[in-house]
């Protein structure tokens, strides 16, 4: 349970508010206590040391990510008091010790007396990558051009793997639905093109336990490499479900 505390000093009016969780032993609140920098009025010291921290942990997230293609803005979410009270020159490392998150644990390296300390701290971390967008609207079916993209900075917690990261992977490609300006590029909304056009013939196979048969067959719609389509054969009167291999080339999945 947490309970918010109010304590008042004899030369400040203005609350500090410390969070307790009596879930800690009592030890370790005389170490440690939870920065909340919008609620917590810092002494100097520990503002000129807190902001050394986040100086230092960005030097070390820049060691470790290309600047040009990132940046990433960092907030205290926790930092021991022990630290706090340190002077800024003390502070000598902040190395993260995990794979970077929006809360991301780093370890601080600092000089007490004659001999070299560490302490873990966490930090929020809000990381963003400079990613192609579309500079204008670009229509369905439109081939995209090197002069159809820009670069605008994207939050990389919305990417997850779903959004186009370089320019090179868009250019010559169609697009499948209307990009709006400045609308970053997701990977299914472009492709490089249809091996298999609606209405066009093409060569079914079926290739099962060593028995290869190939028939002629109409597609129903438009596909790209590995995109399963439904053809339709005169021949037989049936439909087929296949999936595209090569140019006017589907392999046989089942008979509709």
């Known amino acids: 349970m947490l309970l918010i505390m109010s304590l ?10 410390c969070v307790f969780d009596w879930e800690r032993s009592a030890e370790e609140y005389n170490r440690v206590f939870t920065v909340e920098s919008d609620n917590i009025l810092l002494s100097k010291i520990a503002t000129d040391t807190q902001e050394r921290v986040l100086e230092l942990a960005s030097i070390a997230l820049g060691e470790n990510y290309d600047t040009n293609r990132y940046r990433f803005e960092l907030k205290a979410r926790w930092i021991p008091k022990s630290i706090l009270d340190l002077t800024p020159d003390r502070i000598q490392t902040v190395k993260p010790t995990q794979k970077i998150d929006r809360n991301t644990t780093f370890e601080v390296r600092y000089q007490t007396n004659d001999r070299v300390e560490s302490s873990q701290i966490q930090l929020v971390v809000e990381i963003e990558k400079r990613l192609p967008v579309a500079n204008q609207r670009i229509p369905s079916g439109e081939t995209i051009k090197e002069e159809m993209l820009g670069e605008l900075w994207v939050p990389v917690a919305t990417n997850r793997g779903q959004l186009v990261e370089n320019s ?27 091996l298999i056009h609606s ?32 053809f339709f054969s005169e021949e037989t009167k049936n439909r087929y479900l296949g999936r595209i291999t090569g140019p006017g080339v589907a392999k046989w999945r089942k008979t509709l």
């Open 199 to 230: 209405g066009e013939t093409a060569q079914l196979i079926f290739d099962e336990t060593g028995v290869r048969i190939e028939i002629e067959v109409i597609a129903q719609s438009s596909g790209e490499q590995d995109e399963e389509i439904i």
């Open 8 to 17: 008042m000093t004899a030369d400040l009016l203005s609350e500090r508010s």
């Open 168 to 194: 090179d992977e868009l250019v010559g490609y169609k697009v499948r639905r209307t990009l709006a300006p400045g609308q970053p590029v997701r990977h299914a909304e472009v492709t490089k093109g249809f």
